[in-house]
């Protein structure tokens, strides 16, 4: 599969143990709008959307493509509200990051801008393609990249 500006895309960072998951927007193939939750000083957070290097990265390693622009365009501001209605784990456990943004994909589901299947194929897709790209992480290669059977 190939990776196509303005589609969105579920992101995972190598770091130790599983994954880091986050929405990737993309804007071109440079960089993305990036949607995440992130762990500090005991407690989850959710950052402000930024713009995120595609390219060069060297903790990028997986891009799980969830939606094609090609059905429709999703905006920054969509990507927003949705992440914005999802709330943050209160636990402090590792891989809670990637329950929210299946929380995200549920709630542009339910705003009718995608069309997700089962949250829980998602969410084992992503582990599994997720787990095979380490050797990704270099900032010579481009992310991994493929087509979800669970979403669209």
Do not use: M
């Not at 500006?5 to 599983?18: K, M, P, R, T, V």
């Not at 949705?82 to 589901?109: M, R």
């Amino acid at each position: 599969s190939s990776f196509t500006e303005g589609s969105l895309y579920i992101a995972g960072f190598a770091q130790a143990g599983d994954p880091h998951a986050g929405l990737a927007l993309s804007i071109d193939s440079q960089t993305c709008y990036l949607s995440h939750i992130k762990f500090e000083n005991g407690a989850w957070s959710h950052p402000k959307i930024r713009k995120q290097n595609l390219a060069n990265s060297l903790t990028l390693t997986t891009l799980l493509k969830i939606h094609d622009v090609s059905t429709s365009a999703l905006t920054q501001q969509q990507l927003g509200d949705a992440s914005d209605k999802v709330e943050v784990p209160s636990s402090s456990e590792p891989g809670e990051c990637l329950d929210w943004v299946i929380g995200v994909v549920q709630a542009l589901h339910d705003a009718g801008l995608l069309k997700l299947s089962s949250g829980g194929d998602l969410a084992r897709e992503f582990s599994e393609f997720a787990a095979e790209n380490r050797n990704y992480a270099n900032r010579s290669l481009f992310p991994n990249v493929k087509d979800s059977a669970h979403c669209e």
